[in-house]
């Protein structure tokens, strides 16, 4: 049972990053007017990318039936480890629009459900 709500994890993460990678490279001024202005567009498009490649990659894993494999879980929760960290340190400190906060709250979201997935039952 685990296995098949981690697969359903994993596939609604990459979605997510697919979703949230792409939308400031097909139209970034709607993308700024949600999470404010960005001074470096390229920096912008870089982060999107890397989402989408992050995205793609659980998207992969879980197409392959490979969603248990170390490396699928070492991106899963690293990722969201490193989106969600990243939006909480500048985002309770007021450096960036608060919308950022929601975003680590769906990061959190996927490593708690990936750690309920990780338990034995």
């Keep these: 049972m685990h296995d098949r709500w981690r697969r359903r994890i994993l596939a609604l993460q990459a979605l997510y990053y697919l979703t949230t990678g792409l939308w400031p490279l097909v139209h970034l001024s709607s993308f700024e007017a949600v999470t404010g202005p960005k001074t470096d567009d390229w920096l912008v498009h870089m982060v999107g990318l890397l989402a989408m490649v992050?995205?793609?990659?659980?998207?992969?894993?879980?197409?392959?039936?490979?969603?248990?494999?170390?490396?699928?879980?070492?991106?899963?929760?690293?990722?969201?480890?490193?989106?969600?960290?990243?939006?909480?340190?500048?985002?309770?400190?007021?450096?960036?629009?608060?919308?950022?906060?929601?975003?680590?709250?769906?990061?959190?979201?996927?490593?708690?459900?990936?750690?309920?997935?990780?338990?034995?039952?």
């Design 54 to 121: 992050s995205g793609a990659s659980l998207g992969m894993a879980v197409i392959r039936d490979r969603s248990r494999a170390p490396e699928a879980m070492v991106l899963a929760i690293g990722a969201a480890l490193a989106f969600g960290g990243i939006d909480l340190w500048y985002g309770l400190r007021m450096s960036i629009p608060p919308i950022y906060l929601a975003d680590a709250g769906a990061q959190l979201a996927f490593l708690g459900a990936l750690a309920w997935t990780g338990r034995t039952a």
